[in-house]
């Protein structure tokens, strides 16, 4: 039974010859050592290799899925070591940027240095530094960009220590509550800007607890995050009436110097449906 084993293994193994995408794009995420140790089980468990395409191109996502789950993808170093990260997309800039930080936040990354952010014609690149005893993990990131509706199409392992990312973020939008009229919304204090959506009100009071010292900062942005309009206010509101721009989708709430002057919640009530 084991020699029928290993005679179909070999078997298997000789039929995955040619150097294709899918192969190539294995040897990308696996050591020579590693893909030349086990071959014919890399063969085995690509079969059908037809499954792990989508149309004309490799289906990176799963085929990380697959080499990790038979265990030949390694993603940790013996101590922590600096790795770098690039993300490419044909998509607005800052969005994006704001996509991929809130993703690399909620997956457990808060500390990260921007090594190069360039854009051409059709692509932007945002990479980054860290430092971590692991390189971060392909489908964790995948799951949490899909939360925003963006999508990775293409991953490249140029090195031990350095990964590309392509994503496309075409449908894609922030994971920031959404204010619908009729529904009030509590914002809880946060040393963070609070970001909200809304794309379907048509004005807004923000009502601020006695305990709060703040000095109203709000920008509101477009649905690829340019910038419309900033309101800032120097002295301190209990409540603020806003009229929301009309080409508006976001809103970050801030305070003009610092927010640990909110100290107890912002209530957002939205009047008025567009």
Not at 31 to 52: G, H, T, V, W
Not at 79 to 93: D, I, M, V, Y
Not at 192 to 205: G, T
Not at 219 to 233: F, G, N, T, V, W
Request: charged share 25%.
């Amino acid at each position: 039974m084991v020699k029928r084993l290993f005679v179909v293994l070999l078997l298997v193994g000789s039929l995955f010859g040619a150097d294709d995408a899918l192969d190539a794009k294995i040897k990308s995420f696996v050591s020579p050592q590693s893909y030349a140790e086990n071959r014919s089980f890399i063969a085995l468990i690509f079969e059908p290799r037809s499954a792990f395409y989508k149309g004309d191109r490799v289906d990176a996502i799963k085929v990380v899925e697959k080499l990790k789950e038979n265990g030949l993808l390694k993603l940790f170093f013996k101590k922590p070591q600096e790795f770098q990260l690039n993300f490419k997309t044909s998509g607005a800039p800052l969005f994006f940027v704001k996509i991929m930080s809130d993703t690399l936040q909620n997956i457990g990354y808060y500390r990260y240095v921007t090594t190069a952010a360039t854009l051409d014609a059709s692509e932007f690149t945002w990479s980054i530094n860290l430092t971590s005893e692991y390189v971060t993990d392909p489908l964790a990131l995948q799951n949490q960009l899909r939360k925003s509706s963006a999508e990775i199409i293409d991953i490249k392992r140029n090195s031990e220590h350095e990964w590309t990312y392509i994503v496309d973020i075409s449908t894609a939008k922030l994971q920031v509550p959404e204010v619908l009229n009729g529904e009030d919304l509590a914002l809880k204090r946060s040393l963070y800007a609070h970001w909200i959506n809304v794309a379907k009100i048509r004005r807004l009071v923000i009502k601020s607890s006695r305990r709060n010292r703040w000095y109203p900062y709000i920008a509101y942005y477009d649905s690829s995050l340019h910038l419309l309009k900033i309101i800032k206010r120097d002295r301190i509101y209990r409540n603020i009436l806003l009229n929301i721009p009309k080409n508006a989708v976001y809103m970050k709430i801030s305070d003009l110097y610092t927010l640990k002057n909110v100290r107890d919640q912002l209530l957002l009530i939205p009047q008025g449906e567009r």
